[in-house]
């Protein structure tokens, strides 16, 4: 079934004088359940894509249908929604909140997630969060500040923040980026099992060790998707 | 995210960044402080001066001669003035004026006072019996005029206290003879020390009968008339009975102005009133100023935290909750600032009152909730921009901000 469907998306910026084409085009379906990474070299448009099926960004032209619905006609409070209940985020530099403990930034979806489902009182928000960071194996360092924490150990954590509010996708920037290649192997293989358990995972990644480790791989040459694979 | 989680959150970056959160709380203080403290300062003065006013004594009713057509003002220019009041006058109104319980013509003027010791150039009060009453003056040695004292216009004076001490020293002053421009009076009483009342010292004067002022001025034209109404409620009774009895003896010609001390204390709390609105407009100008403060580090922890916007917008948050944060974290500063200020003010009027008694500088109770609002209201007006900016911030621009 297809949980993200773009169709003739296109992308322009402009940098100074220079008009860029970051995404010329691209049409792809990702089916609910897949494990798909997106290839590129710097500059390929792959960030770009990736900001757009994340809902940070919008197209310039296209339109882009997440769970059958077209999302490119939504307002800003309903693409804030969308991102909250449907997309979980993990980036390279993992972008936690320095000042919260662990247990805080994980419980910061849920608190806005709140906002649409008042089943979601404080305690049941604290277990939620508890249990999601039990999950990615951080049990004993939910009260840690993130500089407190080692790089994997940070990334478990923006992890189990993508993962809370049992987001449809989860969607990654160089999650490895920033991590030694044991903790990264770590990592992916965490991803691996999400995805097991039903999560759609979307890596983007120049690396291809790490591409190869998903099944589909979608590689970006000048904002077009050039090749796809499967491993 | 609800209300309470907003407040929550918002106290604990306030306390993310104490050092921070406290200067421009400080700001808020100040203007608070200024605002209380003012205001206090103005409405104590006027406290103050109407006390004064008052303990000269109540219901006191002023005919002036002459007339202007200006309300609420002191009376025409004495010298001016066309209209004569006789000694005719103050009898006509001691006999038909039955809502006044005293009348004294007044006869003013400059001169000397000396005996053998020293001379005195002071102001002499030409009164008559009725006068110490009219102005709550209390005697302290032997007594004021008579009745026939004044119907007699005997040679006989009343010593202010300065008075007394310069010309007697230690010695008994009751029946001593003094020159009173030339003329020998003798020593009947010594009014008890006040003080300067609003630049009227009766320290400082000597007063004898009226008839013996007209002579002594050579005139038969009082300076005015002084009367006290029986009671407060009574004044607006006796102050119309004072005008239609003087109209009668007048050829029905109103020549005269009469001033109660209603309408002087009204054209006094102008004045008052006036010192308190600009002690205020002050202490305004004082909160703009910390209410700018608050801006100004709203947008610096705005950009400061520009990051932080963006992964709380990639997470879910909508814009009108990144605004609401930043709002809220304003009032927070702004509130607290406020209620301190207000804690520190009453403080310090409380324990200045403690040891200057008769210094009261506390503020008035309704200055409080508008001070507490208007710390409110700065926190939301100087917050609006800063937590608009915020919550504007592009998302993808937000998280790559370093």
């Known amino acids: 079934m297809a949980l993200i469907e773009l169709k003739n998306i296109h992308k322009h910026f402009r940098m100074g004088d220079e008009d860029i084409h970051a995404l010329n085009d691209v049409s792809v379906v990702i089916n609910q359940g897949d494990f798909t990474s997106i290839v590129g070299t710097s500059g390929s448009g792959k960030s770009t894509l990736m900001n757009i099926i994340g809902l940070l960004d919008l197209p310039g032209e296209g339109q882009y249908f997440l769970d059958g619905i077209n999302t490119t006609e939504m307002s800003d409070d309903e693409l804030s929604e969308y991102r909250n209940q449907k997309i979980g985020f993990v980036f390279q530099s993992f972008n936690l909140l320095p000042k919260s403990s662990a247990l805080k930034n994980v419980e910061m979806p849920m608190q806005y997630a709140s906002s649409y489902n008042k089943k979601l009182t404080d305690e049941l928000i604290r277990k939620m969060a508890l249990e999601t960071l039990d999950k990615v194996g951080l049990s004993p360092r939910v009260h840690h500040l993130p500089n407190e924490l080692s790089g994997g150990q940070r990334q478990r954590v923006a992890i189990a923040r993508a993962l809370v509010n049992n987001p449809k996708i989860l969607l990654a920037d160089e999650p490895t980026g920033a991590l030694d290649s044991k903790t990264s192997e770590e990592i992916l293989n965490l991803f691996a099992e999400l995805n097991k358990q039903g999560v759609t995972v979307i890596i983007v990644t120049h690396d291809n060790k790490v591409a190869n480790r998903c099944r589909r791989i979608l590689r970006m040459t000048d904002g077009k998707i050039a090749e796809e694979s499967r491993s | ?402």
């Open chain 2, 1 to 402: 995210m609800i209300f309470k989680k907003i407040l929550i959150n918002s106290t604990e970056a306030i306390y993310e960044n104490k050092l921070r959160s406290a200067l421009t709380m400080l700001g808020m203080i100040i203007g608070v402080m200024a605002v209380i403290l003012l205001v206090s300062v103005g409405t104590g003065a006027k406290r103050y001066i109407t006390s004064e006013f008052e303990s000269m004594g109540t219901n006191i009713i002023l005919v002036q001669p002459g007339k202007t057509d200006k309300k609420n003002s002191m009376g025409p220019p004495v010298s001016s003035s066309k209209g004569k009041l006789t000694m005719g006058d103050v009898e006509a109104l001691q006999k038909n004026a039955t809502s006044l319980s005293a009348v004294s013509g007044v006869m003013f003027g400059a001169g000397v006072v000396k005996n053998d010791t020293a001379t005195n150039n002071i102001n002499i009060l030409g009164c008559n019996d009725q006068f110490n009453r009219i102005f709550n003056m209390t005697i302290v040695e032997g007594n004021f005029f008579s009745k026939e004292d004044e119907e007699s216009g005997r040679r006989v004076v009343v010593l202010g206290y300065t008075i007394r001490q310069n010309l007697f020293g230690a010695n008994n002053a009751l029946g001593q003879l003094v020159k009173v421009n030339d003329s020998e009076h003798r020593v009947i009483g010594v009014i008890k020390p006040t003080g300067d009342k609003l630049g009227f010292n009766v320290d400082d004067m000597v007063f004898i009968p009226t008839r013996s002022a007209l002579r002594l001025f050579n005139t038969t034209n009082l300076f005015g008339i002084r009367a006290t109404a029986k009671s407060r409620n009574s004044l607006d009774d006796a102050v119309a009975d004072v005008a239609s009895i003087l109209k009668e003896r007048h050829n029905n010609e109103e020549d005269f102005t009469t001033i109660t001390q209603v309408t002087m204390m009204e054209s006094m709390n102008t004045i008052l009133n006036m010192l308190t609105y600009a002690l205020a407009a002050i202490a305004f100008i004082s909160m703009l100023v910390g209410g700018i403060g608050i801006m100004n580090i709203m947008l610096v922890s705005v950009t400061e935290r520009t990051r932080e916007i963006g992964i709380r917008r990639a997470v879910g948050a909508r814009r009108s909750d990144i605004l609401r944060q930043f709002m809220i974290e304003a009032i927070v500063i702004s509130v607290a600032g406020g209620t301190l200020g207000i804690l520190i003010s009453l403080v310090i009027t409380n324990a200045l009152f403690l040891f200057l008694p008769g210094f009261d500088m506390r503020p008035p109770f309704w200055i409080l909730p508008p001070a507490f609002l208007m710390s409110l209201f700065t926190g939301v007006v100087f917050g609006v921009w800063p937590a608009r900016k915020a919550a504007h911030i592009q998302t993808i621009d937000a998280l790559r901000y370093e």
